[in-house]
């Protein structure tokens, strides 16, 4: 069983910038793929960025790209989001989720990491506010 634990929300004006952790506990921290998440209120939970266990690969929707950098510390269990050029539109709820990839499956071919149903642990998430 995982635990994750999020940190690092809070309200910062338009433009400005915020670092996101996700502390991991209860497992092999390097076998798990790592997802982080919004959603908004009245939205449906949003992909925002993933990494695969080595931190070899990182994954963003168009949305984010270029502005949001997911990346790993693998011996510190930690995955962090460091977010940029902060729009009022990314004010949300951020999570973090954590999926044991079985190897030959289509998670990265199928870009399944998009689907939050299909990730086995969640954190609690942070509020992340952006004002205009």
């Known amino acids: 069983q995982v635990q994750l634990g999020e940190s690092g929300g809070g309200l910062v004006q338009a433009g400005g910038s915020l670092r996101l952790s996700c502390a991991a506990s209860?497992?092999?921290?390097?076998?798990?793929?790592m997802g982080w998440f919004r959603q908004a209120p009245g939205k449906e939970r949003e992909f925002v960025a993933g990494i695969s266990w080595s931190g070899g690969r990182t994954y963003y929707p168009d949305s984010v790209k270029g502005r949001f950098t997911i990346s790993r510390d693998n011996p510190k269990n930690t995955v962090y989001l460091q977010m940029t050029s902060l729009k009022p539109e990314d004010t949300a709820v951020y999570s973090c989720?954590?999926?044991?990839?079985?190897?030959?499956?289509?998670?990265?071919?199928?870009?399944?990491?998009?689907?939050?149903?299909?990730?086995?642990?969640w954190g609690q998430g942070t509020q992340v506010t952006v004002s205009s």
């Open positions: 209860g497992g092999t921290f390097s076998d798990y793929f």
């Open positions: 989720a954590a999926k044991r990839v079985a190897f030959g499956s289509t998670w990265y071919t199928g870009s399944e990491y998009y689907e939050h149903e299909k990730y086995d642990y």
